[in-house]
């Protein structure tokens, strides 16, 4: 039988057997969909890399609609690599404040100071330079290349799994590298010369049709070739996802007049280099906490509440036992009136009272 690329054809694909995907049937109608329908998103009128750079930083495991708040104000206060790679720690996590996971800040100003040094303050241009980038993986180098440059690579995220996996009934487990790396593989040929147009239908196509729980197949533009539609939440296979570890912490609010303790963290470790309430690991007894309060902050004048929060981070969970005292004397100059210009992460916010 004569074979076109309208026509089925069978192929061996991750040894089982598939409808070959062509530019023709699936990326051709991908980016056509896309033109129509794509999201208005502020880095979306843009073609300075840095700035799409930053919203990609930000996208990484942030929803769209968080990152939306945060944008604007961090381009507008760190305009240019130059402008982020002379802020000074405080100034870019006050700025990162919310968004969570911090070392991805860090990161990106690493990055930053390494264009400013090794490329002369140009934004480099290619995957393969993006990706030497401090912090940059391969997901970001390929979006940031097709989105700024339409270098022809897929950039493979969750998104991109989901619908991929759904288009071909995909029997992998996409949590492992080997599958990721096996995707990229076949979606490689697939990228068109609007690359930049093609891996953000993908984030829209996952994010308004191809959903994780209730995909509007009779919507999409890839149904014809879907091989997963008739039962498209089985795809993608995951492999059960293991416990994260829980850690109990004690946590202590303190007041001496109108201000209030916060300490900086150690500069390495989780949430590395920011400012926190003082707190320790383990669950102190109510005897216990006034003895470290006492014997490290002041004298303790009343115990006003006791209660639990709890913090969940990617891969770990802390169960906090929130001590709040009032002092009627201090022995460290640790205390402030005004928390609010001090970067203080989301876990230790939500401890107030
Ligand atoms: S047809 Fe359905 S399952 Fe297949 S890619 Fe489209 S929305 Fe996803």
């Not at 896309?34 to 930053?54: E, M, S």
């Not at 690493?110 to 090794?118: G, H, L, P, V, Y």
């Not at 216990?288 to 709890?310: M, S």
Request: charged share 20%; aromatic share 12%; with cysteine.
């Amino acid at each position: 039988m004569k074979q076109n690329f309208f026509m089925f054809a069978k192929s061996t694909y991750f040894g089982y057997t598939k409808h070959m995907l062509t530019q023709q049937n699936f990326s051709k109608p991908l980016v056509a969909w896309y033109k129509q329908h794509k999201r208005d998103l502020p880095w979306r009128n843009t073609k300075d890399p840095y700035a799409i750079f930053v919203s990609e930083i930000m996208l990484q495991q942030t929803r769209v609609e968080a990152v939306k708040k945060y944008y604007a104000p961090f381009i507008q206060k760190f305009p240019t690599t130059k402008a982020l790679s002379n802020a000074s720690q405080e100034e870019l996590l006050r700025a990162w404040q919310g968004l969570g996971y911090y070392r991805r800040a860090k990161n990106l100003q690493r990055a930053c100071m390494q264009i400013e040094t090794e490329y002369n303050g140009q934004f480099p241009t290619t995957q393969k330079e993006l990706s030497l980038l401090y912090g940059v993986g391969l997901y970001t180098s390929c979006a940031v290349a097709s989105i700024c440059f339409n270098e022809r690579v897929p950039a493979v995220d969750g998104n991109v799994l989901r619908v991929f996996a759904r288009v071909t009934a995909l029997p992998d487990n996409v949590l492992l590298e080997k599958t990721k790396q096996n995707v990229y593989q076949q979606l490689l040929p697939l990228v068109p010369k609007e690359a930049g147009s093609f891996n953000q239908a993908f984030m829209d196509l996952g994010s308004s049709i191809c959903l994780p729980a209730n995909p509007l197949c009779q919507h999409c533009p890839l149904a014809s070739v879907c091989k997963g539609k008739h039962n498209p939440t089985a795809f993608p296979v995951r492999e059960k996802k293991q416990n994260k570890p829980a850690f109990h912490k004690t946590v202590a609010i303190l007041y001496y007049k109108d201000a209030i303790c916060i300490e900086k963290r150690k500069d390495d470790g989780l949430l590395a280099g920011m400012y926190a309430f003082p707190n320790l690991d383990g669950w102190l007894t109510e005897a216990e906490a006034t003895a470290w309060v006492e014997k490290n902050f002041g004298d303790v004048q009343a115990l006003t509440q006791q209660y639990h929060k709890k913090h969940i981070f990617t891969h770990q969970i802390w169960n906090m036992r929130v001590y709040v005292f009032t002092l009627s004397s201090i022995k460290t100059t640790s205390f402030v009136p005004d928390i609010s210009a001090y970067p203080i992460p989301t876990a230790f916010l939500k401890c107030l009272p």
